[in-house]
C-alpha cells in the first residue's frame, strides 16, 4: 500500500534526504533528513526503512540527531541504534516520548509512516561537534515541546526542523503551542540565518526574508483573530473570513491538524475555551 522514493540532493555540504510516502503513486508527504559532515539530522520515517537505512551505508553517519519527536524525524532511531550502534542524540523530553510511540501516535499517522519500535535517546548538550563544523543547539519549542534548531553560526546554516514548514500556515495540530512557534521563529530570525534547511522544503535559500513573512503573517492572523472576537463573531465565523471555510485536512485527520485548532489557539489568549 505505502511506498517510498527517496533522493539523495547535494548542496555543498549538506546532503538532503528527501523521503515521499506516496499512496497509489499519489504523493502523500514529504520530510528531509539532513547529512553534513557525519552528522545525521533526523532519521525519516518507518516505512522507509531499507532504503534509508542503503543510502546511509554510503554515508556512514558518525553523529544522529533528532529535531523532535515526531514519527517522520524519529521513525529509524532504533535501527541506527541496532546497526551503527549510535544512539540517537535529542531533547530530553524526547526519550519520553520515543520510550511507546504506541501509545500517542493516532492509527493514521501509523497507515502513512509506520510506528517505530520503542527507542532511547541520549541527551544533547547545547552543541553538536563534527569535523568541520560546530553546531549550536537551539531550543524553539512550540511545534512540539522538546523541539530544537541546529545552527551552525560560521556557515549560518540553519537546520529548522518543523518550526517553519510555510510562510502562510493554515493549519495548527492540536498539541501546538502558537504563541511559542512565534517566539521560537523569533529566536531564529535574531540569529541571522543565510541558509535554512527545512524539514519540509529542504533548502530555503532567503531565510531571513521567508521568516520575517512567517512572523508577519501569524501576527496579521492574530490581529485578525481578536478584532473577530471583539465585534461577537463566532469562532467558525472568524475561521470562514480568514481561513476559508473548508478545512480539509482537519477532516482527514480527525481534528488533530485543523484550521479550526488555529483559531482556538489564537483564542486562547481571550479564555475562549473549546
Ligand atoms: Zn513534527
Not at 514529504?30 to 539530522?41: E, H, Q
Not at 529566536?187 to 527545512?198: G, I, R, T
Not at 463573531?233 to 485536512?249: A, H, K, N, T
Request: proline residues 5%; charged residues 25%.
Amino acid at each position: 500500500m505505502n511506498r517510498l522514493s527517496l533522493l539523495l540532493k547535494s548542496n555543498g555540504f549538506v546532503n538532503s534526504i528527501r523521503m515521499t510516502s506516496t499512496f497509489l503513486g499519489i504523493p502523500i508527504y514529504k520530510v528531509n533528513a539532513f547529512y553534513v559532515d557525519g552528522l545525521l539530522i533526523d532519521t525519516g520515517f518507518t516505512f522507509g526503512r531499507d532504503r534509508f537505512l542503503k543510502l546511509l551505508d554510503t554515508l556512514h553517519p558518525e553523529i544522529v540527531v533528532n529535531t523532535h519527536h515526531h514519527e517522520d524525524h524519529t521513525g529509524n532511531n532504533f535501527l541506527i541504534r541496532e546497526k551503527y550502534h549510535l544512539l540517537p542524540l535529542a531533547h530530553p523530553k524526547t526519550s519520553f516520548y520515543l520510550r511507546d510511540p504506541s501509545h500517542w501516535l493516532p492509527w493514521y499517522r501509523r497507515l502513512v509512516w509506520g510506528c517505530p519500535p520503542p527507542s532511547e535517546t541520549g541527551e544533547l548538550n547545547s552543541k553538536v561537534q563534527t569535523k568541520k563544523f560546530l553546531f549550536l543547539v537551539i531550543p524553539t519549542p512550540g511545534h512540539s515541546d522538546d523541539h530544537v534548531c541546529f545552527f551552525e553560526p560560521n556557515e549560518g546554516w540553519l537546520f529548522s526542523g518543523d518550526l517553519f514548514l510555510s510562510e502562510q500556515m493554515k493549519y495548527l495540530r492540536e498539541e501546538e503551542n502558537i504563541f511559542s512557534i512565534i517566539d521560537s521563529l523569533k529566536k531564529v530570525v535574531a540569529l541571522h540565518p543565510k541558509k535554512m534547511f527545512c524539514s519540509f522544503n529542504g533548502l530555503i535559500e532567503h531565510p531571513m526574508e521567508a521568516l520575517h513573512k512567517k512572523i508577519d503573517y501569524l501576527e496579521n492572523l492574530q490581529k485578525g483573530v481578536e478584532e473577530g472576537f471583539r465585534r461577537g463573531l463566532s469562532p467558525r465565523e472568524i475561521q470562514r473570513r480568514l481561513l476559508g471555510r473548508v478545512d480539509r485536512l482537519g477532516f482527514f485527520t480527525f481534528g488533530e491538524i485543523s484550521k479550526r485548532n488555529l483559531i482556538y489557539a489564537f483564542l486562547k489568549l481571550k479564555g475562549v475555551k473549546r
